[in-house]
């Protein structure tokens, strides 16, 4: 049987999409149908890099749904400090669990994980890449703040090169009708191209700014992040600070959101302020990684479109640093090709042909 696994949200269609927000949203108010939803099922954790809300919302997740957790948060502390690879510890985990979530600091670790897994796998994070069930997070924040999903303007503001939360939310929101950008950043952190062909290519629109207070009056939600400075040793402090005289600039219905952590990006003076809605966003978190959850051990999911037979293997090193094939190096290199360059199956970056 082929796994079904939650590497990108552009594996699901939308009405499976919302189908998990709806359920997400039905977990929040009646959490008391769901204990025993996963009982007797265990969820592996592995996170090869620091979280606190994301592992900790996936265990309490599954611990409120009647299921219970194993897992290391610490490699150095398993036999990843031996040397064993990506593909033999999955091998084995998933021969202990029911289902799988891992968080690697190398773009496509998520990817090339579920290929060695005997169980579904959820990606947490990988590298700069993805981070779907922040996504999730996030887009079920704006079912219940801003009451849709699409026609939003949306600024996203802070560190958009490193940071995966904003290139997987814009990738999953250029999907649904009508949403435009606006890209707050220092020309240093701005996006990468390849996050800002996923918005040419579906038809929305986009525009780059340097300036949170001239761009904050346009949005109906405003995206803050940190800058990933353990992943990028020239990022500095945060060139545009939320403050509440910044805030005062927006318009009422505004909704902020962040994934958390923050650093000196949005002051504390901001978290009383109605329409900074972070915090409840954690706890959305949760109820969607539950929903997520029941969806995939019910084996409910189907993947649209593996997009796998438009790769193909090629020898040709990733020009992407931190692609997860320079470390695991058993991984075939796989491409898609168009006319001008190859796109990594793993990292999405691209390389130009010799
Ligand atoms: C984010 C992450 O790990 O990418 N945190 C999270 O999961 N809520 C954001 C970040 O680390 O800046």
Request: proline share 3%; aromatic share 8%; hydrophobic share 35%.
């Amino acid at each position: 049987m082929t796994q079904t696994h939650l590497i990108d949200l552009d594996s699901l269609t939308l009405d499976q999409l919302d189908e998990i927000i709806d359920m997400a949203s039905r977990i929040s108010k009646h959490p008391q149908h769901f204990t025993n939803a996963c009982k007797g099922k265990i969820l592996a954790t592995l996170f090869y890099e620091p979280s606190t809300r994301t592992k900790m919302s996936f265990e309490a997740a599954m611990q409120r749904l009647g299921g219970t957790v194993i897992g290391f948060d610490n490699p150095m502390g398993s036999s990843v400090s031996k040397g064993e690879t990506l593909q033999d510890t999955v091998r084995v985990v998933s021969g202990y669990s029911d289902i799988l979530v891992i968080r690697h600091s190398r773009d496509g670790a998520a990817l090339a994980a579920s290929m060695a897994s005997l169980v579904p796998v959820i990606n947490a994070g990988d590298g700069t890449h993805l981070h779907p069930t922040q996504t999730l997070a996030d887009l079920v924040t704006l079912k219940n703040t801003s009451g849709r999903l699409d026609n939003l303007k949306i600024g996203l503001c802070g560190d958009l090169k490193n940071g995966r939360t904003v290139h997987s939310l814009i990738k999953t929101m250029c999907r649904y009708q009508g949403n435009s950008f606006t890209l707050i950043s220092s020309p240093q952190f701005a996006l990468p191209s390849y996050a800002k062909e996923y918005i040419t290519d579906s038809g929305s629109s986009f525009v780059e700014t340097d300036s949170l207070k001239e761009a904050i009056s346009s949005l109906d939600v405003l995206y803050m992040t940190r800058m990933q400075r353990e992943r990028d040793k020239t990022a500095g402090e945060s060139f545009n600070i939320l403050d509440k005289e910044t805030l005062a600039l927006a318009g009422e219905h505004l909704q902020v959101l962040h994934p958390l952590p923050r650093v000196d990006e949005i002051t504390k003076d901001v978290d009383l302020d109605p329409r900074a809605v972070y915090f409840e966003q954690t706890r959305y978190g949760m109820y969607a990684r539950m929903a997520l959850i029941i969806t995939m051990l019910k084996g409910e999911m189907r993947t649209v479109d593996d997009h796998f037979e438009s790769f193909e293997e090629m020898d040709m090193p990733c020009s992407f640093f931190n692609c997860v094939t320079h470390e695991e190096r058993y991984l075939k290199r796989m491409y898609k090709q168009d006319e001008k360059a190859c796109i990594c199956r793993y990292c999405e970056h691209t390389t130009r042909r010799r």
